[in-house]
């Protein structure tokens, strides 16, 4: 077993031609220790994606856990003031910024996206490789931060002042800023690299009409990360100014604004969040066809919902202000978007609706998860309703109401669907079913253990108990309603556990999956699995929305493509027909390296100014070495003629 | 796989008991045992030809940025600032130059706040706790650049018109003769 | 043992309940004693039942509908692309669609109804006015007169008359704090160089208790403060015991107490009027002895909380500004005679 495919086994595609084997030795990546860091095929960097996000996932949840105990009881002695503000600081970030936006985007995005397009790699594999390891750097930066006691105090949206300067001392808002820039640099190139493969690398015949509602969303998701993300690293970076080099943003007494730094951090924050349910709904909408088997109802009116969604999401981000005292007529203004964007995500409930009603459901474990979602994400979504109302948040703003909420809306929307997602796709990945008993277990453990903790918060800001505070008097009677929402984290912990067993176990004795164990209608299931590195032997052709469905028994292939070198093909972003081959890069140190010189620079920053230019000219060094033009391998006789005489 | 895991442990753990210095919040010590201030050496002038330095206590605080922001907020709060305004001086002598009348050791500057000076500098013993009386002393050692720049405050949240701690050059203190201080 | 095991359960039970919104008890949103609160309770219950409709309504027709066509087959069916009932189930979704919309145009505007009800721009003349200035991490009050010399400063115990309208104006020393009295109102972030306005009228008489609802550092969980609505006449009386300097020491244990505040570190950071301790720092002592708690609602006012609050701050609220006073014990005893004396 090479080093490399830790987690994934070894293709088992017994070469069946010559152009088999000819395809596997042109996309094999390297295997040994600097081999793993020169893989850039999209599954290997998405599973990547996927195991480093459920490790930070595991982490975040342990702090969590700790945080709980302490506020079982009152006045408790679990964690003192210093040490529960890192925890719920790192708790928020590593949830937001290293496991929701890593695995639901970047990690299913990475590995799905290419597949359900049918082509043979990601676009810019390289940019995708490197997105990972600053991923990585922006997740380690902060926790040896917070094991180094220098982990982030100030909450993990680290408002102004008390992240400033004067009332942060030391290097612990400068970590977080700089874990701010890595996480937002990586989304942006994986952005990047997905967009770009939705819009030009769609096998012939997928039309937009017959785009794969997955694709729709991670596209839609794509152009939020590149207009929200410039927000978050404006922000962290005036920050990191005012406290490294004495710049006035935020500094009212000189003119600089305190709320100036809220309005920037929300209006990527808002975005932010429906850049970790869209993926979710992704999912949904991929699972509910298969398990109803039927294509989905109202695809038209799916599609329409998640763009209104993504442009509405931007619209929004003064709901999370209504307390400071802006104007009433503005604020009313923000009221009526927050409920406007209620209603693209109602539609969808209903399309959903509609397809169970008009389908035939079979009994399926990641079935199980989504009807899961149903009545979580329901419930967040109406206690958002409440909180849009500007008196009704003026009570519960910064209260465990709002702690309640975005839980049921994040756990809701994204870690009920990524459990769906998984055990719908992991057999895919690994090549074997997961044990359905076990995620039965899984499943109960979980949901009981969530409602128990979180529904129990809503009831504890009803009753006036802010956030963020490490203890409370025995005076508030609060300590009966914390003490049922720590018993639900025993079932959670459990719960993950057995997940943690069924994964492992499968692994390695679960029943082979073949292909397409769902019968599913998509592209990546018409390849088997795990899928080779050159993911289908013959590229397919689409015929409708679901591909395989539809499929007629003497479907098209794309012939024509080199396989001794790796290409691919490009085609037009509407209708999707072929236009040109264009050969993509093999294996390659250099994404590594950048990364290496990119963080070297980022974290210096942190302590000197003189870290840019003295680390500029490395980042310099690297990236030209990434860039080397390389050159077109030389074409065949034939293939000239063909490519120059059709003019 | 096993052996990275196992790796990625005790690196965490060596990360924990290696802590940051820099980072720790000193919020109480235990009471104060004995008095350092009559230990403190201001001048060198004493009888023999040899003398012997008696040795300055060093401050413990100047590791932890947040006990030289406390000191830092101490220094306007406690109205140090009334008469040194920021550092650039006034009424009293400046803060932030290279000039050490009394010395410019911990030790030094402590029994300068502890017991006062002539010309005008109050006494604040049993006024300032010593504990707060040692943060000032960072606080004010960073003013001329004396403090690691990690450690040095950065601006405070007021109109001010003076360079942050962070970005003040360390200045080779003079004394009192106008040569560099000797080391004591 | 059987009968003891039903109490005990009984007694969790009964503690649930106290601590469920269906026992709205002393601390809460759903308590309201002003009409401020009061009209966002209503708001709150009214979205509260549009919300559990929809709710119930979704889940019933989502669950029946994948109950009815369960089908208990392991081999995966062939799919369809479309089913003849779909045209039906357009028009259901169409229907559904424009209800949802029509109960989230109810609700914008009962809440845009609510929110000019509550945060109402008073032209009342006679309100009485509170300067709210939040500190780490503690409030300080100052009731503004145009009369100088008739300016009440105190902290974190405001006294209210009932009835009446008051405006408080809010400001921050340092950093984001956050005014919520759920009893009373919504809360208002106290903001760093920026000022707002926003009013109420307790209808109750009573002591409200309130909390700092924005992160604000070390000691965010231990920064309360508290309203007390009284009558009129005695909402006066409390002014005008408020205005005076501090009552001169009496007894002998009282000097000697003045004395030990005037001659260790208190000065550096408290006021008492009509003494030498004249710093803003922390809060204004001057007629501590007659407030209830002490350490912004961490601690009750009594000789011993007094007492561990003075030696040794920082065992209790770990990161706030005072330090620990280690004093002899006699001193001890002398100051915390004074301090109570100082009604």
């Known amino acids: 077993m090479s080093s490399h495919s830790v987690l994934i086994s070894e293709p088992k595609v017994i070469p069946t031609s010559d152009s088999a084997s000819r395809l596997a030795r042109t996309w094999r990546q ?495 299931w018409a390849t088997a699995s795990p899928p080779p590195h050159y993911n289908f032997l013959d590229l397919p052709t689409v015929n409708g929305r679901e591909a395989l469905w539809d499929a007629e028994p003497d479907q098209a292939i794309v012939v024509g493509l080199r396989d001794d070198v790796p290409e691919v093909l490009v085609t037009n972003s509407l209708d999707s027909d072929p236009e040109h081959k264009e050969e993509t890069v093999g294996p390659s140190i250099w994404p590594f390296l950048t990364s290496i010189t990119v963080s070297a620079t980022f974290v210096g920053s942190i302590f000197t100014a003189w870290a840019i230019p003295y680390g500029a000219p490395f980042v310099v060094i690297t990236l030209i070495g990434w860039l080397w033009p390389r050159g077109h391998s030389p074409m065949t006789r034939e293939e000239a003629i063909e490519e120059y005489s059709h003019g | 796989m096993r052996l990275y895991v196992q790796l990625g442990i005790v690196i965490a753990l060596a990360l924990i008991l290696f802590a940051c210095e820099r980072e720790q919040r000193i919020f109480r010590n235990p009471p104060p045992a004995e008095q350092t201030l009559n230990t403190i050496q201001v001048s060198g002038l004493n009888p023999g030809a040899n003398p012997i330095a008696t040795p300055v206590p060093p401050n413990t605080y100047e590791e932890s940025a947040y006990a030289v922001a406390e000191g830092q907020k101490l220094f306007d709060q406690y109205n140090c600032s009334g008469c040194h305004f920021h550092g650039g001086g006034g009424i009293g002598p400046p803060l932030m130059d290279n000039n050490w009348i009394y010395g410019s050791e911990p030790g030094n500057i402590f029994a300068t706040i502890m017991q006062g000076r002539p010309n005008g500098m109050p006494s604040f013993r049993n006024r300032i706790p010593e504990s707060q009386a040692w943060e000032i002393v960072g606080y004010v050692r960073s003013l001329s650049g004396l403090l690691p720049k990690d450690v040095s405050p950065g601006r405070s949240d007021d109109i001010s018109a003076y360079p942050s701690p962070q970005s003040m050059t360390k200045q080779t203190p003079i004394g009192v003769t106008g040569n560099p201080e000797q080391p004591k | 043992m059987f009968t003891l095991s039903r109490i005990g359960g009984l007694s969790h039970l009964l503690a649930i309940y106290q601590a469920s919104p269906l026992n709205p008890g002393r601390h809460s949103t759903l308590n309201p004693v002003a009409p401020q609160a009061g009209n966002i309770e209503w708001l709150y219950w009214v979205i509260f039942w549009i919300c559990f409709g929809a709710f119930v309504i979704t889940i019933l027709v989502f669950f029946t509908g994948a109950a009815r066509k369960y089908v208990r087959q392991a081999t995966p069916l062939p799919p369809i692309k479309e089913h003849p009932a779909d045209g039906i189930a357009a028009w259901f979704v169409g229907g559904a669609i424009t209800v949802t919309v029509l109960s989230l145009f109810a609700v914008l505007f009962m809440s845009i109804i609510t929110g000019k009800k509550v945060e109402g721009a008073t032209a009342e003349r006679n309100a009485v006015t509170i300067q709210v200035t939040g500190h780490q991490w503690w409030w300080e009050a100052t009731y503004p007169n145009w009369q100088a010399n008739l300016t009440v400063t105190t902290a974190n115990e405001f006294h209210v008359p009932v009835g009446k309208k008051v405006v408080v104006l809010t400001n921050s020393n340092d950093v984001i704090h956050s005014f919520w009295a759920p009893n009373i109102t919504g809360k208002r972030d106290l903001i760093p160089g920026y000022s707002s306005a926003f009013s109420f009228e307790v209808d109750k008489p009573g002591i409200y208790h309130g909390q700092c609802a924005e992160f604000c550092g070390l000691q965010h969980a231990h920064m309360g403060f508290s309203v007390v609505a009284e009558p009129e006449d005695q909402f006066a009386a409390w002014q005008n015991q408020q205005v005076a300097p501090a009552r001169e020491p009496t007894t002998a244990e009282e000097i000697r107490g003045r004395t030990v505040f005037l001659t260790h570190a208190c000065v550096m950071c408290h006021t008492i009027r009509g003494t030498d301790a004249g710093s803003r720092v922390g809060p204004d002592l001057t007629h501590m002895g007659s407030r209830r708690m002490i350490a912004a609602e961490t601690l009750p006012n009594t000789r011993g909380a007094l007492a561990g609050w003075i030696l040794d701050p920082q065992r209790i609220k770990p990161g706030s500004r005072m330090t620990p006073n280690p004093m002899r014990p006699d001193d001890l005893q002398d100051l915390i005679t004074y301090l109570e004396s100082l009604q």
């Open chain 1, 30 to 524: 390297p295997s040994g220790f600097w081999g793993w860091f020169s893989n850039v095929h999209h599954t290997a960097i998405g599973t990547r994606y996927m195991v480093t996000a459920f490790i930070f996932f595991l982490l975040g949840g342990v702090l969590a856990a700790v945080m709980r105990l302490q506020l079982t009881r009152p006045e408790n002695n679990v964690l003192g003031p210093d040490a529960y503000n890192q925890f719920f600081t790192v708790h928020g970030s590593t949830m937001i910024f290293l496991f929701a936006v890593p695995m639901m985007f970047q990690g299913f995005g990475v590995y799905l996206v290419p597949l359900v397009c049918g082509t043979r790699n990601i676009a810019f594999p390289r940019l995708a490789a490197f997105s990972y390891y600053l991923f990585l750097g922006g997740g380690l930066l902060l926790w040896i931060g917070l094991l180094t006691n220098t982990g982030a105090d100030a909450g993990w949206f680290s408002y102004v002042p008390l992240a400033g300067p004067a009332f942060t001392p030391g290097k612990r808002a400068d970590f977080w800023a700089q874990m701010i820039t890595f996480t937002e640099v990586s989304a942006l190139g994986t952005a990047i690299c997905i967009a770009v493969t939705i819009l030009r690398h769609r096998a012939p015949g997928m039309t937009l009409n017959r785009m794969p509602i997955l694709l729709w969303e991670k596209l839609v998701i794509s152009f939020m990360v590149i207009f929200a993300m410039p927000a978050v690293m404006v922000v962290s970076s005036m920050l990191l100014l005012d406290r490294l080099v004495s710049t006035q943003f935020f500094n009212p007494a000189v003119g600089g604004d305190a709320l100036l730094y809220q309005h920037l951090f929300w209006f990527f924050g808002h975005p932010e969040v429906y850049i970790i349910f869209l993926p979710g709904t992704a999912i949904v909408s991929s699972l509910v066809p298969v398990f109803t088997r039927r294509h989905i109802f109202g695809y038209t009116l799916i599609v329409l919902s998640v763009v209104a969604t993504g442009f509405l999401g931007f619209g929004v981000w003064v709901h999370h202000m209504f307390a400071t005292g802006i104007p009433q007529m503005s604020a009313s203004f923000f009221t009526a978007a927050s409920l406007v964007i209620v209603i693209p995500t109602a539609v969808q409930f209903f399309c959903w609706i509609a397809t169970v009603w008009n389908g035939r459901i079979q009994p399926k474990l990641p079935m199980l998860w989504l009807f899961g979602f149903f009545f979580v994400f329901l419930i967040g979504g109406l206690s958002g309703v409440m909180l849009a109302s500007v008196p009704v948040d003026w009570q519960v703003h910064d209260t465990f109401f709002v702690v309640a909420h975005f839980h049921y809306v994040l756990i809701g929307g994204a870690v009920f669907p990524m459990f769906a997602g998984l055990y719908f796709w992991i057999p895919k990945i690994t090549g074997r079913m997961m044990n359905s008993t076990l995620g039965h277990w899984h499943f109960w453990l979980f949901f009981i253990g969530f409602n128990l903790t979180f529904f129990t918060m809503h009831f504890l800001g009803l009753r006036g108990m802010p956030r963020r505070i490490y203890t409370y008097s025995p005076d508030m009677h609060w300590n009966a309603l914390n003490v049922v929402a720590t018993s639900g984290v025993a079932f959670m912990t459990a719960a993950i556990l057995v997940f943690l067993a069924n994964f492992f176990y499968s692994k390695k004795y679960g029943e082979l999956a073949g292909d397409n164990p769902w019968a599913a209608g998509s592209l990546e």
